[in-house]
């Protein structure tokens, strides 16, 4: 097509080509400003999630063995990103950056155990939304706080949420039951575990659209963070995706991952078909996204990074370092695409450095809602609109002890507390795998300086009852929970010398990790195959730990017994400590003894001076591998 002006410079003189180009211009904002699109409310906003959905694993970004045409087709007709990175490398508290536009060091959820919650207090996009005039959905994995906790998403501004409230109630597509705003909502023939009459996901993607249509004439916003491709890797048989891959040579979970990458293709081409249908195409952005980095599903010799090279470009074998779980660009790296028709222009790819809490301002502007003064998110809407964008200073990550800080292309990151902070050069070394610390000390510590600016000490929500959360949780299997093998222990304590465990109490503990039965009085049960833990979330329960023990009768004692936890895990597993004895339980004097223990699974006796008492204090200083958390099997109090 021949350009208008080119057109037209041979028939007028060029003050009429700019006159004409003028008036052209003005019919063209006079019609929009005319026109219902225009006139009309806000825009309406789709966010779909994909849950562990991998950088490299759509089409349209070169993946040469999974069919997307309906994201690619979103892709050509819209924005793709090329560095939209999580909020944090696993599900819960990812989606709390997304719903609060916080940085994972603000966040009240900042790790995946438990169900932890959002704060009563905490403003999300649901609820800046709502108070806008918004209807507000929610369909799919919250993961922001489970039944009886002030984290339930009706708390946190949606009219009605239909899905999971816990990650692990969410791995099985057949549980007996779903959530509606807090309610169970039946599923007809289920029992838990992979297989039932009701395909979970079927039903969350069809309330999605009956909350569309029931909303068409006002604005909403529509949350889906559905649950494919993640969980147990179940998609019914008689599903149009499934015959795209059962026959093909690969190994069967492998096939069926695929399959639900297409099925989640198809419905969001479902989606556009039904926006169009009720004529809100226009005036509605769609954006799609993966939740966190990618996982090395079906690994082999063959395929070290993963069947599906999740985080491998397929054309060139440029790689992400690391995966879910970990801050390396694996972890992090998600696809992301913007379609908004008319407002986008279509097939445009930017580079925008962008990440999870920017979803917050940016729909808090689309909406024309007041962006809180205290997220740490930037609106996209300047890079959708192809204009000058705001950049972060910088971006920050934190999660079980892992930091990173990302600023321009030099990306910092420790592994540990306790390890050493690596520097990375985006702009030269995308796969992280050169540490250029030492060349750089002045550049690294710049990044360290912001990643201690950017931390602030957890304030996590609470629960009034975790009964029903729990309840939740083990209705991934229901009545098909496959039988637990005994567990088994390698090591126990002797029994010789030792005082009988019957009638000991624990009267004190600084944690416990509740949601997986590792419970403190695991510690004295006897019993070398239960384990007591500390809670996960790090950030609030660190060092010391401790555990105070009434064993009944004052008694003298020579010494502890520390057995290690039994089973394959060294989290928790005690380096340094100290007891005491007393007979007030709230006052112990100096410790009886101090001492730093052996990486072994083996009892290790802990001799101290004969003392009477009737209270033991174990307080834990470190862990074997400088972790925040303790951990034992058993305890043995040792008095000949």
């Known amino acids: 097509m021949i350009p208008f002006g080119e057109r037209q410079k041979n028939r007028y003189p060029e003050a009429m080509v700019t006159a004409l180009r003028t008036l052209s211009s003005m019919v063209l904002l006079v019609y929009a400003a005319c026109s219902p699109a225009a006139a009309q409310r806000p825009p309406n906003i789709v966010y779909v999630l994909a849950d562990e959905l991998g950088y490299y694993e759509l089409s349209c970004l070169g993946h040469p063995n999974i069919e997307t045409p309906n994201l690619d087709r979103m892709a050509a007709e819209g924005m793709r990103f090329t560095q939209y990175l999580a909020g944090s490398s696993v599900c819960a508290p990812t989606r709390a950056c997304l719903m609060t536009g916080k ?164 419905q969001v081409g479902e989606l556009f078909a039904l926006l169009k249908e009720l004529q809100l195409d226009d005036n509605t952005v769609v954006l799609f996204s993966g939740d966190n980095g990618g996982a090395d599903y079906f690994r082999s010799e063959e395929h070290p990074r993963g069947f599906h090279g999740a985080n491998v470009h397929p054309q060139t074998q440029v790689e992400f370092r690391g995966k879910k779980g970990n801050l390396y660009e694996g972890g992090l790296r998600v696809p992301m695409i913007v379609r908004w028709p008319g407002h986008i222009a279509p097939n445009t790819v930017t580079d925008h450095l962008c990440y999870f809490p920017d979803f917050l301002p940016t729909a808090t502007e689309l909406a024309g809602a007041e ?145 997986n039965g590792k419970v403190a009085a695991n510690a004295i049960d006897g019993d070398p195959r239960t384990v007591w833990h500390t809670r996960w979330q790090d950030e609030t329960y660190r060092h010391p730990h401790e555990l105070v023990i009434d064993l009944g009768k004052s008694v003298e004692i020579r010494g502890l017994y520390y057995l290690a936890r039994q089973d394959n895990g060294w989290n928790g597993t005690i380096k340094e400590c100290e007891f005491s004895i007393s007979d007030d339980p709230n006052s112990f004097s100096k410790a009886a003894t101090t001492a730093t223990l052996a990486k072994t699974k083996r009892p290790q006796r802990l001799p101290c001076d004969p003392t009477k008492g009737r209270y033991l204090r174990l307080r834990v200083l470190s862990e074997i591998n400088g972790g925040p958390w303790a951990s034992a099997g058993d305890l043995g109090v040792i008095i000949q």
């Open 371 to 515: 962006t809180p003064a205290d997220v740490d998110g930037i609106s996209m809407m300047a890079t959708l609109r192809g204009a000058k964008q705001a950049e972060h200073d910088y971006l920050y990550w934190e999660i079980g002890g892992q930091t990173a800080v990302r600023h321009d292309q030099w990306k910092a990151l420790r592994s540990g507390r306790k390890s050493p902070w690596q520097l990375f050069d985006l702009a030269n070394d995308i796969s992280e795998a050169n540490n250029v610390a030492g060349q750089h000390a002045d550049v690294l510590a710049k990044l360290v300086a912001m990643a201690e600016q950017a931390h602030q000490p957890v304030r996590e929500g609470t629960f009034g009852s975790r009964d029903l959360h729990e309840k939740d949780r083990r209705a991934k299997w229901g009545k098909n929970a496959p039988k637990r093998r005994r567990a088994t222990a390698k090591y126990r304590l002797p029994t010789d010398g030792l005082l009988p465990n019957k009638g000991w109490k624990i009267v004190r503990f600084s944690s416990q990790s509740s949601s």
């Open 103 to 266: 940085h994972s060091g603000h966040t009240s959820v900042r790790s995946n155990g438990g169900g932890t919650p959002l704060r009563a207090d905490e403003q999300t996009v649901a609820s800046l939304l709502k108070a806008r005039g918004y209807a507000t959905g929610g369909f799919g994995k919250w993961g922001c706080g489970g039944r009886g906790s002030t984290g339930v998403p009706e708390s946190h501004g949606f009219d009605t949420f239909v899905g999971y409230y816990d990650q692990v109630h969410a791995h099985s597509y057949y549980p007996a039951y779903l959530i509606e705003n807090s309610r169970e909502l039946p599923l007809a023939g289920n029992t838990g575990g992979r297989s039932g009459e009701t395909y979970s996901h079927a039903v969350i993607v069809e309330r999605a659209m009956s909350f569309i249509r029931a909303n068409k004439d006002q604005p909403f916003f529509c949350y889906m963070p559905v649950t494919p491709p993640h969980g147990l890797f179940d998609i019914p048989n008689d599903d149009p995706a499934w015959e795209l891959y059962q026959d093909k040579p690969w190994p069967e979970d492998a096939r069926r991952y695929a399959a639900m990458v297409s099925m989640l293709d198809r």
